[in-house]
């Protein structure tokens, strides 16, 4: 058993509003930069929808993220040792600028210097890049709020397999049927876009598992963009190096929350640290789909069990470190409740950022124009929800209901609880069916309530020490180090290829 520690995130989505205040505060601190303008290491977007870049998710497009092949071993979707030189050039499977978008600003000085005239002089949109004028087509979070519905609503990846009464139930623009979907660098255990590297650039810290860049090293082959199946490596075109989210370990190593973390105005963000095997890593990565999550979670391991805690240590993993592990909110989420699940698991980067699936309203139906709400089975209203379980499965389960459904289950199961407890006007006996058939007790109920809407600062980011003079001890040659760790991906940072 190879134990290490990694820090972790959990977002929860039904609490995130969509105000984008943590893309804002990211934005302000790290990619203010001239290169940068275009990079959001963290951006909000509206589900359903394309995203950002456009369609990052369709990767019959983009190739991004690990694959299966016929011997059962793991190979990078996007590159490899036959490909990476024919493609230093032109690599057809890289978003271009105009998936994401072309940054623009306005021409002021035709405002602040314009003669004299019958008419409002405008401020018209000129390119950052060539400073030529623009027609703007697309921007940052063109598709907010279900924006353009028919073109990027319709067109999300995950749509696929839903049947089409279910297409119009979710992109409906009159129901409003969607919910937003914050993203930075997953930190993923098993980084596709390490692996690609072969400068060997791209590394995971050993002491926190962060995922990082050595500006030193890189040589803009740009393999770690198109092997990014989130697409969260970016390329910077003014210094000729790529770029990514290092979950503001600056502000990690003195005890502060990321930026967007801090900045979070619905407190949907939680952080901690989780144990985990990485013995097993390429085992679980090669798992079938449906297997994926639970296979994920097979990994992490109880930081309360003695032989964890004796490995631990005899690995390195420092005693402040295991007590963070043992008070990690992620650890609640992911572990005790299982209500929190990797996005796009089938990718198998194993990917330690995880979302709490959003509740949603339940569809009415109307017979003699009566229209009849779905009161009588809760768990039918789950099933019957605005937003089908499919998409969700497809974006959280690997496509699994299953653990989709014992997630909100058990979220429906807390509101009702609370409901009972504070309001009184819910049938006690119901409510404890609810509670033992969505596999979860009365305190457990409590416990989620007061961690999701009760919980305060310390309660939500349990910031593991970084150790850094101990870490820096450990490594005297950090390339060499992080070498003969592996840090947790197939083949290492110079093996991947």
């Known amino acids: 058993m190879n134990v290490r520690s990694q820090v972790s995130m959990v977002f929860h989505l039904d609490k995130c509003i969509g105000c984008h205040t943590c893309s804002i505060a990211c934005k302000n601190v790290w990619t203010d930069r001239k290169g940068t303008e275009y990079m959001w290491w963290n951006n909000v977007e509206t589900k359903p929808g394309t995203g950002y870049p456009t369609k990052w998710e369709d990767q019959e497009k983009y190739k991004g993220g690990w694959r299966t092949n016929g011997n059962g071993q793991l190979e990078i979707r996007s590159t490899g040792r036959a490909r990476v030189v024919p493609n230093i050039f032109h690599n057809p499977h890289m978003p271009s600028l105009d998936d994401y978008y072309e940054p623009w600003t306005y021409d002021y000085q035709n405002l602040f210097n314009?003669?004299?005239?019958?008419?409002?002089?405008?401020?018209?949109?000129?390119?950052?890049?060539?400073?030529?004028?623009?027609?703007?087509?697309?921007?940052?979070?063109?598709?907010?709020?279900?924006?353009?519905?028919?073109?990027?609503?319709?067109n999300d990846p995950n749509l696929?397999?839903?049947?089409?009464?279910?297409?119009?139930?979710?992109?409906?623009?009159e129901r409003l049927v969607f919910f937003y979907l914050p993203r930075i660098c997953n930190h993923c255990l098993n980084p596709c876009c390490v692996a690609s590297c072969p400068s060997g650039a791209l590394?995971?810290?050993?002491?926190?598992?962060?995922?990082?860049?050595?500006?030193?090293?890189?040589?803009?082959w740009r393999s770690c963009v198109a092997a990014c199946p989130y697409k969260?490596?970016?390329?910077?075109?003014?210094?000729?190096?790529?770029?990514?989210?290092?979950?503001?370990?600056?502000?990690?190593?003195?005890?502060?929350?990321?930026?967007?973390?801090?900045?979070?105005?619905?407190?949907?963000?939680?952080?901690?640290?989780?144990?985990?095997?990485?013995?097993?890593?390429?085992?679980?990565?090669?798992?079938?789909?449906?297997r994926l999550v639970e296979g994920q979670r097979s990994l992490i391991l109880d930081p309360f069990d003695p032989a964890v805690i004796a490995a631990a240590e005899k690995n390195g993993v420092p005693e402040s470190v295991i007590d963070a592990a043992q008070r990690s909110p992620v650890y609640q989420f992911v572990m005790k409740w299982k209500i929190a699940l990797p996005p796009h698991i089938e990718y198998r980067t194993l990917p330690m950022l995880f979302y709490v699936p959003p509740m949603s309203p339940v569809l009415a139906n109307r017979e003699n124009d009566t229209i009849h709400h779905a009161t009588d089975n809760l768990f039918h209203e789950i099933d019957n929800a605005r937003v089908p379980m499919k998409f969700l499965a497809n974006l959280l389960g690997g496509g699994h209901e299953g653990v989709v459904r014992y997630a909100l289950a058990k979220q429906m199961a807390v509101r009702w609880h609370r409901?009972?407890?504070?309001?009184?006007?819910?049938?006690?006996?119901a409510?404890?069916?609810?509670?033992?058939?969505?596999?979860?007790?009365?305190?457990?109920?409590?416990?989620i309530f007061k961690l999701t809407a009760l919980c305060t600062f310390e309660d939500r980011f349990?910031?593991?020490?970084?150790?850094?003079?101990?870490?820096?001890?450990?490594?005297?040659?950090?390339?060499?180090?992080?070498?003969?760790?592996?840090?947790?991906?197939?083949?290492?940072?110079?093996?991947?290829?």
Request: charged share 30%.
């Open 419 to 429: 409901r009972a407890e504070t309001v009184g006007d819910v049938d006690r006996e």
């Open 232 to 290: 969260k490596t970016y390329f910077n075109w003014f210094t000729g190096k790529s770029e990514k989210c290092i979950l503001c370990f600056p502000r990690l190593e003195t005890g502060q929350a990321p930026a967007c973390f801090h900045s979070c105005v619905g407190r949907i963000r939680y952080l901690g640290v989780l144990l985990y095997d990485a013995d097993r890593l390429e085992e679980v990565a090669r798992l079938p789909d449906d």
């Open 203 to 220: 590394y995971k810290r050993g002491e926190d598992g962060i995922v990082l860049i050595d500006q030193q090293r890189c040589r803009a």
């Open 160 to 173: 696929a397999g839903l049947t089409e009464q279910q297409r119009q139930q979710l992109g409906s623009v």
């Open 114 to 154: 314009a003669p004299e005239g019958s008419d409002q002089p405008t401020a018209m949109p000129i390119s950052r890049i060539t400073g030529e004028e623009l027609d703007i087509q697309s921007g940052p979070n063109w598709d907010d709020d279900l924006g353009g519905s028919p073109i990027y609503a319709a």
């Open 431 to 447: 409510v404890e069916r609810l509670l033992r058939a969505a596999d979860c007790t009365a305190d457990e109920a409590d416990a």
């Open 462 to 497: 349990v910031i593991p020490p970084m150790c850094r003079e101990q870490a820096i001890e450990m490594m005297k040659d950090p390339h060499e180090h992080r070498q003969e760790a592996g840090f947790g991906f197939v083949g290492g940072p110079r093996r991947g290829l």
